[in-house]
């Protein structure tokens, strides 16, 4: 006999007997979504519910049912990631991802106080002359066990968290005491470019932290080029553009990063 029972909030669990293969689960889940495609009539509103499902199997008696449950969410996260009504079924990858982010989320504060983090810079060239017209500022993660860590391995990782913010305060302060060195020793028309993370224009101290650091470091604020991907902000794009207007004010350049392959591309 098939269960199903209320998990909480917006959540159910569905617990199959009898399932001999993928096959089976998928018919099931089909039917799921059939059913609640059909429209929720409130008053004079048609309401379309969407559906994220997450699949664990079990197969031994060994497992279980919160370790089972625990699979099963954290399937339904990745369905939600990849969209409305889609479906996900678990995998031991899933859980690896898992208890990595939840490490990066936890030793990235550390990492800040203890000084683990250092820029690079990428020459950004002119390809008529030659020549070197700035400096992109990309992170690095010195971890005492892990060695080092490129940005793309723990970035994703903490990009929805508060801890975003403070590696990107870390970016912008390491960042201006770099330019100001390049400055005196002559750079003065060169410009360093930061990559901030869409949570970062949504930060009400963002515009006070630039102010303070192109005056602590006597910067020029056509010197500071701030960027953005055009897909990491167009959920709040009333917020973003305000944030980008402040800025301008202050004379301080703005990039869209990856212009063209979110929804600019569809338009």
């Keep these: 006999m098939d269960t199903v029972f209320r998990q909480g909030g917006d959540e159910f669990l569905i617990l199959l007997?009898?399932?001999?293969?993928?096959?089976?689960?998928?018919?099931?889940?089909?039917?799921?979504?059939?059913?609640?495609?059909?429209?929720?009539?409130?008053?004079?509103?048609?309401?379309?519910?969407?559906?994220?499902?997450?699949?664990?199997?079990?197969?031994?008696?060994?497992?279980?049912?919160?370790?089972?449950?625990?699979?099963?969410?954290?399937?339904?996260?990745?369905?939600?990631?990849?969209?409305?009504?889609?479906?996900?079924?678990?995998?031991?990858?899933?859980?690896?991802?898992?208890?990595?982010?939840?490490?990066?989320?936890?030793?990235?504060?550390?990492?800040?106080?203890?000084?683990?983090?250092?820029?690079?810079?990428?020459?950004?060239?002119?390809?008529?002359?030659?020549?070197?017209?700035?400096?992109?500022?990309?992170?690095?993660?010195?971890?005492?066990?892990?060695?080092?860590?490129?940005?793309?391995?723990?970035?994703p990782d903490i990009e929805d968290s508060e801890a975003i913010i403070r590696v990107g305060n870390y970016v912008l302060e390491e960042g201006g005491a770099i330019l100001s060195r390049l400055i005196e020793q002559g750079w003065d028309d060169l410009y360093l470019a930061v990559n901030l993370s869409a949570k970062h224009y949504m930060d009400p101290g963002l515009i006070p932290l630039v102010q303070r650091i192109l005056s602590k470091y006597n910067i020029p604020p056509q010197s500071l080029l701030l960027e953005v991907t055009e897909e990491s902000v167009i959920e709040q794009v009333d917020l973003a553009l305000s944030a980008m207007k402040s800025l301008k004010r202050l004379g301080v350049r703005i990039a869209i990063d990856d212009f063209g392959t979110g929804y600019s591309s569809l338009s």
């Design 17 to 155: 007997r009898g399932i001999r293969s993928e096959e089976d689960v998928r018919k099931v889940i089909h039917k799921i979504f059939a059913s609640l495609q059909q429209p929720v009539v409130l008053g004079r509103h048609k309401l379309i519910v969407t559906t994220s499902i997450g699949v664990a199997y079990c197969d031994s008696n060994n497992v279980k049912a919160e370790e089972l449950i625990k699979y099963a969410d954290l399937a339904m996260y990745q369905a939600k990631d990849a969209g409305r009504s889609n479906y996900r079924v678990f995998t031991p990858e899933m859980l690896q991802r898992a208890n990595n982010k939840l490490m990066i989320e936890q030793d990235i504060g550390a990492a800040i106080e203890e000084k683990q983090l250092s820029l690079s810079l990428q020459p950004i060239m002119s390809l008529p002359d030659g020549k070197v017209k700035g400096f992109e500022a990309l992170i690095r993660w010195h971890h005492p066990e892990r060695g080092l860590i490129m940005p793309g391995d723990f970035i």
